[in-house]
């Protein structure tokens, strides 16, 4: 008999006769009560045993985390908060799971813990809903862009650029270990490693984007990319997912119109399509934020705060503007940022971001025109000569969520950048054919996969929002 999902069962708009279900025990009450989960939604299904007529042997089987199969039928429920439940006719257990030895008890456990369990967490129901929310809002994020014509462009992964500048890359061997090529003066040749070429993970497939963009018009990358940062924070991972979208035509203007359109499509469809996921996500919170003091308490309940994303217009501010607001700024009586800014032209920290979203505007903040001494080398220059067509989406409670820009498309002011960086012409030769061919005024931006997950379900360490994340001390599964 081919088995109903519990989703399905939950939502039956009759009672059924003979269905079979398919899952895991969360709990088995008073030797009659199974909560079963199959994934398929937050809910479990009450599963009611005939003890009486069930060996012994087989009861004790039913331990939370074993994988059952439950026939029977779907009736009414007596018991409150669920509108059916299964009796049980016919209970196979499939796979034992020792109730002494399973990680995964029926309680609470710390987010530490789960961490070193990535492979067992997700079978706890916030981990469960968790994935649920990020595969929806992977699904949002091709419907946002194939509704709209863009091209999806699977850029590499293994690839000779660094195309952000920052040299935060992980090299790429083809070579065994201690058989790699040397330098004259006995160093490693990382020049040579893959097949006598020098390779490393791809950063950003922006460049390669650019030149399908020129030829495509509107494309659209979503694919695995690496940070060799070291940073331990609960923003950074080694291994993150990031959307980029390239649109050939488009200024900055139009780059923050088409970012602050897409972000409330998704967030929209995440809350059209995760509602049990997330109200269960959100009454977790609402139970953290009871056991911290008043002042660290977040003011909106996590529907409310998705709610006044999708429905408010992002406040775009040029950074010496912003510059401006911070040095006026006092945020506590101890410190003021004057102190920490007074130069125009420095990076913006975490602090400063998070002071101008959520103090200051108290929404989410589109940063434009920085510096350019701070940013990227393809940026598009301004007239004034010392700020590039950046921008920067700043989130509260997240910080930075996308970074993009215009793209400098005159061929002589790129290369004159690139010279003053140091960065190699013949090794971008490819790229640089893009302003030597056609080019043309184009933007995009990087929406980091993992920022907006975290947004979404309101946690905020964003080891808890892929699978299983990649980190310093993380790599194991
Ligand atoms: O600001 P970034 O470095 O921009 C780029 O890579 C551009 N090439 C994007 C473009 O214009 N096509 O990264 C873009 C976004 C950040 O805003 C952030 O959300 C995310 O990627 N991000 C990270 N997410 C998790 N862990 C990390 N180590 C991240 N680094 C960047
Ligand atoms: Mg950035």
Redesign the pocket.
């Known amino acids: 008999m081919r088995h109903t999902k519990v989703k399905d069962l939950l939502n039956s708009t009759t009672t059924l006769q003979e269905i079979n279900a398919k899952g895991w025990v969360r709990t088995f009450r008073n030797n009659q009560f199974i909560a079963l989960n199959d994934g398929s939604t937050i809910n479990n299904i009450q599963c009611v045993v005939d003890f009486e007529n069930t060996p012994d042997e087989t009861l004790k089987r039913i331990t939370t985390g074993a994988a059952v199969s439950v026939t029977g039928s779907l009736v009414e429920s007596k018991g409150a908060g669920q509108k059916y439940e299964i009796q049980v006719n016919k209970l196979e257990i499939l796979g034992d799971s020792d109730a002494e030895k399973f990680p995964m008890q029926p309680k609470k456990h710390s987010l530490e813990f789960l961490r070193e369990n990535a492979h067992l967490r997700v079978r706890t129901n916030a981990f469960g809903a968790i994935m649920r929310v990020r595969s929806v809002l992977s699904f949002a994020v091709h419907s946002y862009f194939q509704q709209k014509g863009f091209v999806y462009v699977n850029t590499p992964i293994i690839t000779g650029a660094d ?2 500048g920052a040299g935060e890359m992980f090299q790429v061997t083809s070579l065994p270990l201690d058989n790699l090529p040397k330098t004259e003066e006995g160093n490693i040749d990382y020049k040579k490693d893959f097949f006598g070429k020098h390779t490393n993970l791809t ?2 497939g ?1 460049l390669e ?1 650019e030149t399908f963009a020129m030829a495509l018009g509107q494309i659209y990358t979503f694919g695995p ?1 690496f ?1 060799a ?1 070291n ?1 331990n924070t609960s ?4 291994e ?1 997912w ?1 959307i ?1 979208p ?1 649109v050939a035509f488009n200024d900055l203007n139009d780059n923050m119109d088409l970012a602050e359109d897409f972000i409330k499509y998704v967030v929209k469809y995440a809350v059209d399509n995760c509602g049990d996921d997330l109200k269960f996500l959100e009454g977790r919170l609402i139970e953290e934020e009871k056991s911290k003091p008043q002042a660290d308490r977040s003011e909106m309940p996590l529907l409310e705060k998705l709610g006044f994303v999708m429905n408010n217009d992002f406040k775009r501010v040029s950074y010496t503007e912003a510059v401006d607001i911070l040095r006026d700024s006092t945020p506590n009586k101890k410190k003021k940022f004057q102190y920490i800014i007074n130069e125009w032209g420095a990076d913006l920290q975490s602090e400063h971001e998070r002071y101008l979203v959520e103090k200051h505007f108290k929404c989410p903040v589109i940063l434009f025109d920085y510096p350019a001494n701070i940013k ?1 080398f393809y940026m598009r220059l301004n007239e004034d000569g010392k700020t590039v067509r950046a921008m ?1 989406i700043l989130f509260p409670g997240i910080g ?6 215009q793209r400098e498309e005159r061929f002589d002011v790129l290369v004159e950048k690139m010279k003053a960086l140091g960065i190699d012409e013949e090794e971008l030769w490819w790229y640089l054919d893009t302003r030597r061919f056609g080019s043309a005024v184009h933007s ?5 996969f ?2 907006l997950v975290l947004f979404v379900t309101g946690m905020t360490n ?1 080891r808890d929002v892929i699978p299983f994340p990649r980190t310093p001390q993380n790599a194991e599964f």
């Open positions: 195309a952000e950063v950003s922006q984007g990319t940070r940062e940073s923003r950074h991972l080694a993150f990031m980029e390239e990227a920067d930075e969520i996308v970074g993009g820009s995009g931006f990087g929406l980091g993992e920022r964003i």
